[in-house]
């Protein structure tokens, strides 16, 4: 096989159709567009559109390594898009990595490098998935605590209110994530994550940018920003509360999912945080999308 680089690069906003035609019947977080653009300096993202596949490369400090699975275009070309992947880790000198795998790409690359791979499973990396109408009517038994905790806010405060993200209240956005990040102890991560929210309002249009924001006698208090990886399925990236509101979540969370129109919500991933695995677990996923990561070893 011919060793040749392959042209990755920086994701740019322009990119943002081609990478959604690519994406059309993607479920999970990762290959939403909003997070391959917020995220890029983060994980070193760099893309390539390869015979139609898109196809991306994390070359960043973090713990994303190696090449994505192409994705898109004809499924016919995959097998050549794999092998150019090959020639391209060959040309580099790097190790042939995969990360952000589905179990049936996982599957495909188990068959494809029998005998020569190794696959892991990254539970911290595993999205949620929910019914959108289940999280906007939270009904049955099944919710019958989050209707609780919903009711409690609405007792205490009457005057709440929720409004969909419009060009006149995006400082109110901003503000929220402030107060909240001013409430968390000090970390890069937390610091960066409220970088990436100031990003996604600059350019709230560019990527559709969408969320909500609750108030309580007229104050924000609680924000969350959405985007949509296609039609089916909305991606929340960003859901804050001031400290001193922190029983909004369930709220919040109701509210947003029934302003919304896609069958699907995805909450993302829970960073192996207990706490956060159990919060995501409370909203009954229809589906845990697993992710692996595959290092092959080739001659």
Known sequence: MKSEFLQFREPKLTDAPKVRSCTVHALQSDLSFTNIYLLKKKY?????FHMEHLIRRFTGDGRLQGYSF??????????ACIQAIEADAAARG???????????QAQLLAELYAGRIEIKCDTGDADYLYKRSDLAELPGTAFHKKRTHVSKFLRNNPSAEFRM?????????????KLWLEGQEESPALLHEYRAIEHALSYRNELEMTGGIVYVNQRAIAMALVSLINDQVADIHYE????????????INRELAAALSTEYINREEDLNIPGLRTAKLSYHPVHILRKFTATIYVD
């Open 165 to 177: 993200l419009n060009a006149d209240n995006t400082a109110d956005v901003l503000h929220v994530a």
């Open 240 to 251: 804050k509360c001031i400290p001193e509101f922190r029983d909004a979540y369930a709220y």
């Open 94 to 104: 790097v190790p042939l990595k995969y990360c952000l795998l589905t179990e049936q």
């Open 44 to 48: 070193g993202t760099e893309i390539l």
């Open 70 to 79: 192409p994705v898109g275009g004809n499924s016919a070309d995959t097998p």
